[in-house]
């Protein structure tokens, strides 16, 4: 079965160059046949991936340790769940996966598109086709998960304990097809500048595969975020990790784009600019699978040392270079059509917001790579840590968060200053005092975050009443208000799914204000029966009891311990916790699995750190994470946004887009 998967890996590589180099020659050449003899190759290649997946599932469920990769990342006391999902627990099993998901996308992209980008189609097809060979070469060449060992091992190592949960199931596929999926739009681009068709069909035709692609990636992150709260037990969801920073900046990138788009479409502008966008987004996201992939910076993320980290570099310069030159040989052909009627506009504010997020993707990129650079300058590696990420960005998304209060009353072309003043005064007086509330009554004494909560309830405001005026206006016509928002919503879901994606950001940015300058953190060694006290500002005092350990093992060859632990907010009893330690006997390795109390004001977050004898004696760290649970709620808010924008309306799906000239394909 092994032999099989590697062959089906190599027929599906050879297969790849040869739908790259056909398609090309069909477009060039007009011979309609080879057009659709490279369209059944990229298919071919796609079912080709899906075998060679299909074989290593087989492989990691029944066991088959000879096979290296197996051998790594399973063993017999795994759960079926664990044995399945561990096809991304590895280096060479992930990086098949992501060919796989790769090639699925650019399948259904080539379909989907077949009759309506007649002329872009060849090109497309050929950068897809090449990326999809790069990564197909990487695991062919480079990390075969097929590989077999020189005997027959009775049991694997087992999956490392820090993949073994949910969120570890879900996170890099959504991760994973975020990444692949932006290769669509910048393959449809890249088509666009061979074929000299620079107007804004390519972005309108890969407008969904866009918002999906970053829906994804948001998931991603997302998701990564709750995983390291909830596995990684250091009271945090965000520690500003390199490979965490290598998702984010892409996503910075894209965001950017996602808006100015809209620009092109509406008013022909940004043109250039938004080519720039999505090259530049295709690079950073080959640039963050090289860091994830090759182990050049550390992380609780990455993978190890790998030789395939020169090979990704090339790719990416090459794949740069030849999209700088389409890009600047195009030049003239990209030149906008309008230019800005004035200063008070939201023209003039999608460009500030782009130049604002592509200020955080710098700050971002730079100080996850600095320390490479400092290796390589001075022969030692300068960590850069959460302060400096934390300060130099946070002004930033303020300026997010107060535009997205003021973009929806600004209107394309110009607006009155003296209009826009008095739309935004009820928002302003809202600013004020939310700021002066929490200030002399709540007693927030830190001005970071007084200010940063004061902009939250401005663009809050902003977007309720843009609901609220729309909703108004229907309900005069005798809709009920339920009624009123829903047909709301569908005419214009692009607007409406946009302000739902800002009011979830809203939201995560209060859990994160408020987790971020009001933790408080505290850590006692008990004997059972001792008490101690945390205090927060937000929620009162905690008081913890410790009542012992209990300890027992499980199926899979792990033994948890639990300790008991009462709780009282107030001096009111609410329950009790049981925070755990599990240690994996295979890996040798334990894992602290924290325990939490969770209200919409915060988080109680205890962990057993220690303990002696047959706990005796324990050692517990609390933290209190204030309105932390606004960021998840926040996010699935922002999910729920991004579906309804994405969402296809009737006409879409009767929209066609025809391409004047070209090689015609059956």
Known sequence: MANIGYITMTMALVLAFYAAFVSVMGAQR???ELVVSSRNAAFAVTALITSAVFILEYLLITGDYQTEYVYEVSNRAAPLFYRVTALWGGQSGSLLFWSWLLSLMTALAIAKKWNSMRLMMPYMIAVTQIT????????????NPFAQLAFVPPDGAGLNPLLRHFGMAIHPPMLYMGFVSFVVPYAFAMAALITHQTSD???RTTRRWTLTAWLFLSMGLLLGMWWAYDVLGWGGYWGWDPVENASLIPWLVATPFLHSVIMQENRGMLKRWNMALIILTFCLVVEGTFLTRSGVLSSVHSFSQSPIGPLFLGFIFIMFVSSL?????????????????GLVSRESLFLLNNLIFLSLAIVVWWGTHYPLFSEALVGKKIIVGPPFFEQTTAPL???????MGVVPVVTWRRTSLKRMG??????AIVLVITMAVLTFVVGLKIWGAVVGFGLCAFALTTILLEYGRGVSVRHRKGESYPVALWTLIGLNRRRYGGYLIHLGTILVAIGIIGSRFYQVETQHNLAVGESMTIRSDFSGTYTLTYNGLREGNSPDDRIITEAVVNVTHNGQAVGELIPTREYFVVQEQPMTIPAKRSTLLDDLYVILAGWEGQGETATFKAFINPLINWLWIGSFVFIIGTLVAAWPTAQDSRERVSAPLGVVVK
């Open 132 to 143: 999809v060979a790069f990564f197909l070469w990487l695991v062919v060449f480079n990390a």
């Open 422 to 427: 008095q739309t935004l005064l009820l928002p």
């Open 201 to 203: 069909v390519w972005t």
């Open 30 to 32: 007009r011979i309609s």
């Open 397 to 403: 998304w303020g300026v997010i968060i107060l535009m």
């Open 325 to 341: 030159y389409l890009f600047v040989s195009r030049w003239n052909e990209l030149d906008s059509d309008n230019e800005l009627d």
